[in-house]
């Protein structure tokens, strides 16, 4: 069975400071694919990151990085330089081998304070 | 990224009406769509997968008489809540795959569904 495990219910962190946000996973699918998604709290669900299970390198998608270890996994998202705008609920999401289907964290909520 | 749409983005009704809610993806086409329902301060729970010209698929105790979903073209999936209750307040939130690399999902921005 998949699983997806955000271990932090909720994150602080300072304006133009760096934050990670925690995700690990487990799996038997030999090939998945992870996502973050940010949700605030106008309800949207946006798409930030991608990570293939097979991708050499991390993910980066201007502010967003994904610190992914395969042999741990753990599929982290960095958000550097920190904007209020980035409090929200942050979902980190897997979609396994030969499946539509989304498995969803229990999310992050992060709060940027001044 | 690819733009999902969906309306209303809020409905009040009164229990035994039913409720359509429509999903468009506005710039590519999407033959598979899901809808997802979300508890306050939960995550996302899926409770079908719209498939274009065919049935939909529902997950594990989602009543399918009771939430309807027709994908009636490339571009539109609806989701009737047939005669609404209570219970049946929340957000519903559909989301549409773009086939791809990635195949990744983009979100509508929801629908809050009060019943009276």
């Known amino acids: 069975a998949q699983k997806i495990t955000q271990t932090q219910p909720g994150m602080f962190v300072q304006e133009k400071e760096a934050v990670t946000l925690d995700c690990t996973y487990d799996?038997?699918?030999?090939?998945?694919?992870l996502f973050w998604y940010k949700q605030p709290s106008s309800g949207e669900m946006i798409f930030l990151i991608y990570?293939?299970?097979?991708?050499?390198q991390n993910a980066t998608e201007g502010r967003y990085s994904l610190n992914f270890q395969k042999a741990r996994k753990s599929a982290n998202l960095v958000i550097s330089a920190s904007q209020l705008g980035d409090s929200a609920m942050y979902f980190c999401?897997?979609?396994?081998?030969?499946?539509?289907?989304?498995?969803f964290g229990t999310g992050t909520r992060l709060q940027v304070f001044p | 990224g690819a733009v999902v749409s969906q309306h209303p983005s809020r409905v009040i009704c009164k229990s035994g009406t039913s409720v359509k809610i429509e999903c468009r993806s506005l710039?590519?086409?999407?033959?598979?769509m899901f809808w997802y329902r979300q508890f306050p301060k939960k995550s996302l729970m899926l409770m079908a997968t719209?498939?274009?010209?065919?049935?939909?698929?529902?997950e594990q105790g989602v009543e399918k008489d009771k939430f309807l979903i027709n994908h009636a073209s490339l571009t539109l999936s609806t989701l009737t809540v047939t005669s609404a209750h209570p219970e049946d307040s929340s957000f519903y939130i559909c989301?549409?795959?773009?086939?791809?690399?990635?195949?990744?999902?983009?979100f509508g921005p929801g629908t809050r569904l009060t019943v009276l």
């Open positions: 990570q293939g299970s097979y991708d050499q």
């Open positions: 999401a897997m979609r396994g081998r030969n499946t539509d289907k989304l498995i």
């Open positions: 989301s549409a795959r773009e086939a791809g690399l990635t195949d990744t999902q983009y």
């Open positions: 719209s498939n274009e010209g065919s049935k939909a698929t529902y």
């Open positions: 710039d590519f086409q999407a033959t598979t």
């Open positions: 799996t038997s699918d030999p090939s998945y694919g």
